[in-house]
């Protein structure tokens, strides 16, 4: 069954692997992609370096599958679950955005 992104009427994509993935003990990564050009994230738990370092493996996986694994995208990271993460998490993340040539633009709701 095909679904639709209620705002935008695009198609979103996902697959098993990419959903309520356990990336840690206290982390749980959630990854699908709206459209050809926009991934959305709604990580849920405790970021920690483990599960932040885990997810942005996760994430560059699904980064493969957009724009024929080459154009750039936006990022949607939707923060309603996520219960706080650790300093050395949030660093690793911004990092990992900075370094991201593709990443035209980060989201955070």
Same mark, same amino acid.
């Not at 959630?30 to 942005?56: E, H, T």
């Not at 949607?76 to 690793?92: E, M």
């Given at each position: 069954? /095909?679904? #639709?992104?209620?705002? *935008?009427? %695009?198609?979103?994509?996902? &697959?098993?692997?990419? $959903?309520? @993935? @356990?990336?840690?003990? $206290?982390?749980?990564? /959630?990854?699908?992609?709206?459209? +050809?050009?926009?991934? !959305?994230?709604?990580?849920?738990? @405790? =970021? ?9 493996a996760l994430k560059k996986e699904v980064v493969k599958h957009i724009s024929d694994g080459n154009g750039p !995208?936006?990022?949607?990271?939707? !923060? =309603?679950?996520?219960?706080?993460? *650790?300093?050395? =998490? &949030?660093?690793? #993340?911004?990092? +990992?955005?900075?370094? /991201? @040539? &593709?990443? %035209?633009?980060?989201? #955070?709701?």
């Open positions: 069954m /095909d679904l #639709f992104c209620p705002v *935008t009427g %695009l198609r979103v994509f996902s &697959r098993s692997e990419w $959903t309520n @993935k @356990k990336v840690s003990d $206290t982390f749980v990564a /959630d990854f699908s992609i709206i459209g +050809n050009s926009i991934i !959305y994230s709604s990580p849920s738990g @405790k =970021a920690d370096l483990k599960g932040v370092q885990n997810s942005s !995208y936006i990022q949607i990271q939707d !923060y =309603a679950s996520l219960n706080g993460s *650790t300093q050395a =998490a &949030r660093s690793c #993340f911004i990092n +990992n955005a900075n370094e /991201d @040539k &593709r990443l %035209l633009s980060l989201i #955070f709701l």
